[in-house]
T-cell receptor, first 113, second 116 residues
Framework: EPEVTQTPSHQVTQMGQEVILRCVPI?????FYWYRQILGQKVEFLVS????????KSEIFDDQFSVERPDGSNFTLKIRSTKLEDSAMYFC???????????FGEGSRLTVL | AQSVSQHNHHVILSEAASLELGCNYS??????LFWYVQYPGQHLQLLLK??????LVKGIKGFEAEFIKSKFSFNLRKPSVQWSDTAEYFC??????????????FGQGTTLQVKP
């Protein structure tokens, strides 16, 4: 069964550093998403991406964040100048043209020290 | 703005007990509804979904959910839980129709612990 893969599974970084989280969506999917889950809190929408541009973003997704699909297979989330409160599990998801179901990756745990 | 509320944060059951997890949403338009499960150390997996038609939907592993439009609810049920159902359960809502971005709004999750 095709799946969404994310790397790294866990990253520890110092406050102020830049982090890039990588995702390989399911190959024929066209819609891509990033969500995050701070420990003990709900899964929060960050951004959606379609046709090589952001289609929607949340209030959380400010100038500190950016997304890119550099090569037609990877979908990356860049977090600049990380803060302690960026510590969370970040989930990538993708969706095909029909069906509406999102397929999630296993998540990347980010720990900012 | 859309929101999703799950009433139970932590549920503890014995094996063979029946399960019902509550989920309510706030959005007046057409919605698509989902229940996802996250087993320990694993990714979010779809249990079941409702788009249209029969409001009682059946999912994997014996789970079902009923969409009650008048109550804005989509409660998850299972007649007899197993130890392997221990996981976190998330209700999620998406605006219906193909013209939106397809983002899901999640509830805060319910941790289910099944005692053998």
């Amino acid at each position: 069964e095709p799946e969404v893969t994310q790397t790294p599974s866990h990253q520890v970084t110092q406050m102020g550093q830049e982090v890039i989280l990588r995702c390989v969506p399911i190959s024929n999917h066209l819609y891509f998403y990033w969500y995050r889950q701070i420990l003990g809190q709900k899964v929060e929408f960050l951004v959606s991406f379609y046709n090589n541009e952001i289609s929607e973003k949340s209030e959380i997704f400010d100038d500190q964040f950016s997304v890119e699909r550099p090569d037609g297979s990877n979908f990356t989330l860049k977090i600049r100048s990380t803060k302690l409160e960026d510590s969370a599990m970040y989930f990538c998801a993708s969706r095909g043209l029909a069906g509406g179901e999102l397929f999630f990756g296993e998540g990347s745990r980010l720990t900012v020290l | 703005a859309q929101s999703v509320s799950q009433h139970n944060h932590h549920v503890i059951l014995s094996e063979a007990a029946s399960l019902e997890l509550g989920c309510n949403y706030s959005y007046g338009g057409t919605v698509n509804l989902f229940w996802y499960v996250q087993y320990p150390g694993q990714h979010l997996q779809l249990l079941l979904k409702y788009f249209s038609g029969d409001p009682l939907v059946k999912g994997i592993k014996g789970f079902e959910a009923e969409f009650i439009k008048s109550k804005f609810s989509f409660n998850l049920r299972k007649p007899s839980v197993q130890w392997s159902d221990t996981a976190e359960y998330f209700c999620a809502v998406k605006k219906g129709g193909s013209s939106n971005t397809g983002k899901l709004i999640f509830g805060q999750g319910t941790t289910l612990q099944v005692k053998p």
